[in-house]
């Protein structure tokens, strides 16, 4: 699988872009694709005899030259006994990230778009006496304000989604910084809310201050490499749009998820993605893409949403 044998890495500008998963895990095909027919979906994706998919846990590495900054975290290790049964735990973050040379130590920033255990569950670990401590020691941790203050009374419909320890002590101790949307992180990645799968969801945008467009530098790291369509086009900008467009097979306006909280926002966030990402020619970053994790989303001339490969 790619995500074990090869990273994914280009550069944008100045910048360097890299996935890194988490692993995968097995996820109820009618809960990934919401009101879509089975006979609809499972012609983009298989499903196993209980109906699971298979669902992926990417992280962005955005290296600006300056700072190292990981834009989501996976599902990390400590889920509890019950949600292993349901998830199983793949925690292969940390093996990724070190096979490629990226120590936690290394890590300046991350970035969580929003608190779904899934989403932000490397960012904390046990320590040996059990105690809650940052995955990334040195690094300046940001989550959306609004989601966090959700994620403290959160509704009995997600409930199960937040584990308070990836992210309570980090806010508690300072190391979490909380976002309103719309802030510069650092310069040339920005931050914007797009509600629908939560109401304070953020979109990560990473723009080149430098404004240089890119090139495709590597894609492979060992085995032969594989002869893959490059768009005519060079992205000016890439966007991790997170659970909004989750993988490639919920480009379509209307294909949300059943996890989706306000499934008409999703759509209308969708609109404003797309009126903005496909004119400018923006690199798209599937949070939960087992195999393509990032793709150029166009309009073909049907009308229909397509994603082409990088
Ligand atoms: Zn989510």
Known sequence: MWHTSCMP?????????????????????????????????????????????????????IRTGKQTVLVETGMGNK???RMVKFYGQPAKLL??????????????????THLHFDHCGWNTVRDKNGKIVPTFPRAKYYAPEGEWQYARRPSERDAISFISDNYDPLVASGQMMLLKGGEQIVPGIFVETFPGHTASMMG?????????????????????????PYPSFVPTAACYISDLIPTTAHIDLTWGMSFDL???????????????????????????DPKTPWAFVEKDEAGKMVALAV
Do not use: C
């Not at 096979?99 to 300046?108: H, L, Q, R, V, W």
């Not at 306000?262 to 939960?288: C, D, M, N």
């Open 79 to 81: 889920l509890s006994d």
């Open 262 to 288: 306000y499934p008409l926002q999703t759509i209308e966030s969708k609109k404003q993605y797309y009126a903005r990402s496909i004119p400018g020619k923006w690199l798209t970053v599937f949070t939960h």
């Open 9 to 61: 890495t280009l550069a944008l500008g100045d910048f360097e872009l890299s996935i890194f998963s988490d692993g995968t895990y097995p996820l109820d095909g009618g809960a990934f694709f919401g009101v879509i027919p089975k006979v609809m979906w499972s012609r983009k994706v298989e499903a196993d005899t209980k109906n699971l998919v298979t669902a992926g846990l990417n992280s962005l590495l």
């Open 204 to 228: 990560v945008i990473v723009r080149d201050p430098s404004g240089a467009k890119a090139q495709k530098s590597s894609t492979m790291s060992g085995g032969t490499a594989e002869a893959v």
């Open 95 to 112: 093996d990724n990230l070190s096979a490629a040379g990226i120590a936690p130590e290394n890590i300046d920033i991350v970035i969580n």
